[in-house]
Nanobody
Framework: QLQLVESGGGLVQPGGSLTLSCVAS??????IGWFRQAPGKEREGVSCISPSGGNFKYVESVKGRFTISRDNGKNTVYLQMNGLRPEDTGVYYC??????????????????WGQGTQVTVSS
C-alpha cells in the first residue's frame, strides 16, 4: 500500500491547462488512477494507467483533452489536462491498486488514496 502525494491543482480559466502529479515511493509496481469528485456528485474515474504504462483508460468526457502518463524512474504519474471546462471542476485524487491485467478505472480496483487536490475551472 502506497502513500500518495498529489500536486498541481489550482484555478484556471475555461480552455486553460493544468498538469497534476502523483508521487509515491514504490509507485512503478502499481496500477494508478486519477479520480475526481464535484460537490454533490459521485466520484468518477478520470483516467487510469497500468504499471508499465502500456494500458490505460479515459472517461469519455476527457478523451482528446487529458493525457495520463508515468515516469517510473521518478515514481510519478501525471495527468495533463488541456481544454479545461467548468464541468471538470472538482477534487482530484490519485489512487493506487494492484493490477490484474484489467483496467476498469473503478474505485474498487484501488486500495490507497491521496489527499486530493482542488481543480477549479472558472471565468
Amino acid at each position: 500500500q502506497l502513500q500518495l502525494v498529489e500536486s498541481g491543482g489550482g484555478l484556471v480559466q475555461p480552455g486553460g491547462s493544468l498538469t497534476l502529479s502523483c508521487v509515491a515511493s514504490g509507485l512503478p509496481g502499481y496500477l494508478i488512477g486519477w479520480f475526481r469528485q464535484a460537490p454533490g456528485k459521485e466520484r468518477e474515474g478520470v483516467s487510469c494507467i497500468s504499471p508499465s504504462g502500456g494500458n490505460f483508460k479515459y472517461v469519455e468526457s476527457v478523451k482528446g483533452r487529458f493525457t495520463i502518463s508515468r515516469d517510473n524512474g521518478k515514481n510519478t504519474v501525471y495527468l495533463q489536462m488541456n481544454g479545461l471546462r467548468p464541468e471538470d471542476t472538482g477534487v482530484y485524487y490519485c489512487a493506487s491498486g494492484f493490477y490484474y491485467m484489467d483496467i476498469r478505472c473503478l474505485p474498487t480496483q484501488f486500495n490507497s488514496w491521496g489527499q486530493g487536490t482542488q481543480v477549479t475551472v472558472s471565468s
